[in-house]
């Protein structure tokens, strides 16, 4: 028997590539295989003898990577981050299996290597630990929030009528707090009042506590069930027996339950605040949208629209599509992309994004990306994926929570010997080990960094800082150097041809001429600057062949039949002493100068400028007092990089740096022990973004840059980096303050109920608070904002 199975392979970077592992995987005995570099995919058969470990080795044995499937889970039965941490660990027992549990959301998010498992395994082994799982599509966040929203309202109904019955004990445990011992009401009574909410309301923690037992672990459910039925037992019995001269506990049972049910209401409603931002982003595209065919006006579901669609949007009606203005103009709102308040123009040939509205004027828009490729949509999954995800700091919580169940069962049996043996006492025995397992509840551990993750990251989101995961965040607490690129980052990234200096034999249009057609073929800012300058005069530009470029030098080419060109820096070119003085002329004006050459002689000197953005020298004066080292690297030349410098207020700079040296810059100053982020825009910051600690790519940058980094800035603005790093200090001070709540409860809470200072209901009360606190502390998060620009 033999299986076939199809690899998703990256890194690879060409054929040769594919070759190399095809050639790997062939020489194994009983495999066949298939490479494509196209599909970047390898299509395997191997024997049944031949084990998947072997096949999956030999592929990353190449210096490449297996691109596992990722799958979501939507989990239920889960009461504490004990059963977060149960799930977590029984999926990833399965072969092939990477999965991370959140605790706040309950959800799974689970990688897995093709033909180790499937969707049905997952479910299957979540169930075996006493949970339910199913798999979470990414249109089933409305059903999912409708579901939580009918078992809240369940849950409200259910906590009123054990309240009603409740509330009657309570009035009993008041009258003993007064000193009556002879109690308002007959012990029969409390008995009927008491069972309905141990057995009816508190049902919960019994079918809880069941699962996860059947399932080898312990949870919070086991705590409360065990504690309860401890003193329900003991009371019923006394009751039974009519044995008078001791005290019943029905009031304490009841009221755990009750308050532990309170305290489950009001941290559900606490964590779906917490998903505000994302229900904001999704709130901001509309159902509908009123698209021109065959010259009617017809408006259609979002999910009919199609690429080509010309969509009329009127004003105050947000945009349903991403796409290019076909007609009209208006000022459109795009702060949910940007954070920046101030609305954009728009007119024919603009850009415009799904979600943004418009607050004057009327337009017509040609779709480009509709549906789940739109640019909000893409937000809203970032956004999602890095509220799921786990930041490092959680692993310490994740491990006690893993251990501190069975530990709290042992300190209660322990606390009842002792008391036992001190006392005799065994019902005050009973009540101090029932008091103790009733306060040591890990939810507040498992909530301390999940909550305060998903409410920085979506407050992020909404200002326009889009984290790509918590790690990310976590990180961008610790940075004390900042890198940054120059064009598109501290400067505009706008440049404009200035001065024209033509030499012997040329004058300024045939300099500008030359050198818009040899710049025809590149895509760099400054290409764009002569090509927008040649148009501006209506210059024609030459037919050329032999396009090249030379990184970080410049570019050439041959006229058509004709001369051969090259514009670059001067000592590219190899300027003479008169033409560097000339260009170092420029270049102490804060001009980029470019010399153009014309069958091997220079022909004229191009001085360019690229405005600095208001904003940034006010952005490296706080990042300074933020404990953040700002140093500037370019590829211009030393003067013009010092007069850049000079402007954002910045003491440390390297110019003539070539692309592939940014990374070596940023690698070695992560070697003297430098926390180090990288900002730029381009492709060719890319190596420098993925060698840093922290990538910070601006919005309005490349593809490759934004896919690189870890954080991408939608506003394209220097101080976007001090709001972001201003904002992961801030929630990592939220995570440390809920840490420190959940540890002193228990460190604090535990060693006081095993010496009978707290009551059962008194610790069902704290360990109840304990969750909601976490949770409210968390939100505080929501009144972060942005420094005014």
Same mark, same amino acid.
């Given at each position: 028997?033999?299986t076939s199975t ?7 970077s ?9 050639k790997?995987?062939?020489a ?6 298939q ?20 096949v ?16 979501e ?12 941490q149960?799930?977590?660990?029984v ?14 959301t309950?959800t799974?998010?689970v ?6 498992a ?11 630990a006493g949970?339910?799982?199913?798999p979470?599509?990414g249109d089933?966040?409305?059903a999912r ?7 809240y309202?369940?849950?409200l109904?259910?906590?009123a009528?054990?309240a009603?019955?409740t509330?009657?004990?309570w009035l009993?445990?008041v009258?003993?707090?007064?000193g009556?011992h002879e ?5 029969w009574l409390?008995?009927?009042?008491a069972?309905?909410?141990q ?6 923690f ?5 699962h996860?037992l059947?399932g ?6 086991v705590?409360i ?5 401890v003193?329900y037992?003991m009371?019923?019995?006394?009751t039974v027996?009519?044995?008078e001269?001791?005290h019943?506990?029905f009031?304490a049972?009841?009221s ?7 305290g489950k209401?009001?941290e ?6 917490t998903?505000?931002?994302?229900e ?11 698209v ?6 017809t ?20 945009l349903?599509?991403d796409?290019e203005?076909s ?9 949910m992309l940007?954070?920046?308040s ?8 603009s850009p ?17 990306s ?5 640019r909000?949509a ?9 509220q799921g995800s786990?930041?490092?700091i959680?692993?310490l ?11 709290v069962?042992?300190?209660a049996v322990?606390t009842?010997?002792?008391t036992?043996l001190?006392?005799g006492?065994?019902v ?5 080990a029932?008091?103790v ?13 999940p909550?305060a993750?998903m409410?920085?990251?979506?407050r992020?989101a ?9 790690s990310a965040l976590?990180?961008?607490e610790?940075?004390n150097?900042?890198v940054v ?8 990234g ?9 030499l012997?034999?040329h004058?300024?249009?045939?300099? *500008?001429q $030359? ?5 025809? +073929?590149?895509?760099?800012p /400054?290409?764009?600057?002569?090509l927008?300058? &040649? @148009?501006?005069?209506g210059l024609a530009l030459?037919a ?7 990184a970080g030098?410049?570019?050439a ?5 004709g001369?051969? *060109?090259? $514009? ?5 070119i +190899?300027?003479?002493?008169a /033409?560097?003085?000339q260009?170092?002329r420029? &270049? @102490?004006a ?9 069958d091997?002689?220079?022909?004229g000197?191009?001085?360019m400028?690229d405005?600095l953005?208001?904003?940034?020298p006010a952005?490296?004066?706080r990042?300074r007092?933020? +404990?953040?080292d700002?140093?500037m ?6 003067a013009? @990089?010092r ?8 003491e440390r ?8 040296d940014?990374?070596r810059?940023v690698?070695?100053?992560?070697r ?5 982020a990288?900002?730029g ?6 190596p420098a ?14 593809d490759?840059?934004i896919?690189t980094a870890?954080?991408?800035?939608m ?6 980096v ?6 992961s200090?801030?929630t990592?001070?939220?995570i ?16 006081l109920?095993?010496i009978?200072?707290?009551s059962?209901?008194i610790?069902?009360a ?5 969750s ?8 505080l ?6 420094q005014?620009?």
């Amino acid at each position: 028997m033999s299986t076939s199975t199809v690899f998703p392979i990256s890194g690879m970077s060409c054929a040769a590539c594919a070759i190399r592992i095809e050639k790997r995987l062939n020489a194994l005995d009983g495999v066949s295989a298939q490479v494509n570099f196209a599909t970047e995919s390898a299509v395997v058969t191997r024997d049944d003898s031949v084990p998947l470990a072997t096949v999956v080795d030999t592929i990353r044995k190449t210096g490449f990577d297996i691109v596992p499937e990722r799958v979501e889970l939507a989990l239920s039965g889960m009461t504490c981050a004990a059963c977060a941490q149960r799930i977590e660990t029984v999926l990833n027992r399965l072969p092939g299996v990477s999965a991370s549990v959140n605790f706040a959301t309950e959800t799974a998010r689970v990688d897995m290597l093709p033909g180790t498992a499937d969707v049905n395994a997952l479910v299957a082994a979540v169930t075996r630990a006493g949970y339910e799982a199913r798999p979470l599509a990414g249109d089933d966040r409305a059903a999912r929030k409708a579901e939580k929203q009918l078992a809240y309202q369940q849950e409200l109904r259910q906590f009123a009528i054990a309240a009603l019955f409740t509330l009657p004990l309570w009035l009993e445990m008041v009258s003993m707090f007064g000193g009556s011992h002879e109690g308002l009401l007959p012990r029969w009574l409390q008995l009927l009042l008491a069972t309905p909410v141990q057995f009816w309301a508190g049902w919960r923690f019994y079918r809880g506590a069941w699962h996860a037992l059947r399932g080898g672990g312990a949870n919070m459910d086991v705590l409360i069930a065990s504690g309860t039925t401890v003193a329900y037992a003991m009371s019923a019995v006394i009751t039974v027996l009519g044995l008078e001269h001791q005290h019943v506990y029905f009031e304490a049972s009841a009221s755990v339950i009750t308050l532990v049910i309170l305290g489950k209401l009001l941290e559900a409603r606490a964590k779906g605040r917490t998903s505000a931002a994302i229900e904001t982003l999704l709130g901001m595209q509309p159902k509908t949208a009123r698209v021109e065919r065959d010259g009617q006006l017809t408006e259609v579901p979002i999910a009919s629209l199609q690429p080509g669609d010309i969509v009329v949007v009127r004003y105050g009606e947000a945009l349903p599509v991403d796409g290019e203005v076909s007609d009209g103009t208006a000022a459109v709102d795009e702060s949910m992309l940007s954070g920046e308040s101030m609305p954009v123009n728009k007119a024919v040939g603009s850009p415009v994004y799904a979600g943004t509205r418009t607050v004057e004027g009327m337009l017509k828009v040609r779709a480009g990306s509709v549906g789940e490729r739109t640019r909000l949509a893409e937000i809203v999954r970032l956004v999602s994926e890095a509220q799921g995800s786990k930041a490092p700091i959680q692993q310490l919580a994740d491990r006690i929570s893993g251990v501190f169940v069975p530990v709290v069962m042992a300190i209660a049996v322990l606390t009842f010997v002792v008391t036992l043996l001190l006392t005799g006492d065994g019902v005050t025995s009973l009540m101090h080990a029932v008091a103790v397992l009733v306060i040591a509840c890990p939810c507040a551990l498992g909530l301390a960094t999940p909550t305060a993750i998903m409410v920085g990251i979506g407050r992020g989101a909404t200002a326009g800082l889009l984290f790509r995961n918590a790690s990310a965040l976590e990180r961008a607490e610790h940075i004390n150097t900042l890198v940054v690129d120059k064009t598109g980052t501290l400067t505009r990234g706008q440049p404009v041809v200035t001065d024209v200096e033509a030499l012997a034999g040329h004058d300024r249009a045939s300099v *500008l001429q $030359l050198a818009a057609s040899v710049e025809q +073929g590149s895509e760099h800012p /400054l290409a764009r600057a002569v090509l927008d300058a &040649a @148009a501006a005069d209506g210059l024609a530009l030459a037919a050329v062949d032999d396009f090249r470029v030379e990184a970080g030098h410049g570019v050439a080419a041959r006229l058509r039949g004709g001369q051969a *060109l090259r $514009l670059g820096t001067p000592d590219w070119i +190899g300027a003479d002493e008169a /033409l560097r003085e000339q260009a170092a002329r420029l &270049a @102490a004006a804060g001009r980029t100068v470019v010399v153009l050459e014309v069958d091997g002689r220079p022909a004229g000197l191009i001085g360019m400028a690229d405005a600095l953005r208001e904003t940034s020298p006010a952005a490296v004066r706080r990042l300074r007092q933020m +404990g953040v080292d700002v140093i500037m690297l370019t590829g211009d030349n030393a003067a013009t @990089a010092r007069a850049i410098a000079a402007q954002a207020g910045i003491e440390r700079f390297e110019a003539q740096v070539l692309p592939a040296d940014k990374a070596r810059i940023v690698e070695g100053l992560r070697r003297e022990g430098r926390v180090v982020a990288m900002a730029g825009d381009g492709v060719n910051d890319a190596p420098a973004l993925a060698c840093a600690d922290v990538g910070f790519a601006m919005g309005a940058g490349s593809d490759v840059a934004i896919e690189t980094a870890e954080i991408t800035l939608m506003q394209s603005d220097l101080s976007s980096v001090a709001d972001a790093i201003d904002l992961s200090r801030k929630t990592m001070k939220k995570i440390r303050q809920n840490l420190f709540f959940a540890f002193i409860y228990n460190v604090l809470g535990i060693p006081l109920a095993a010496i009978g200072l707290l009551s059962p209901v008194i610790a069902g009360a704290a360990m109840a608070a304990s969750s909601v606190s976490v949770v409210s502390n968390s939100l505080l998060l929501r009144r972060w904002t942005r420094q005014p620009r």
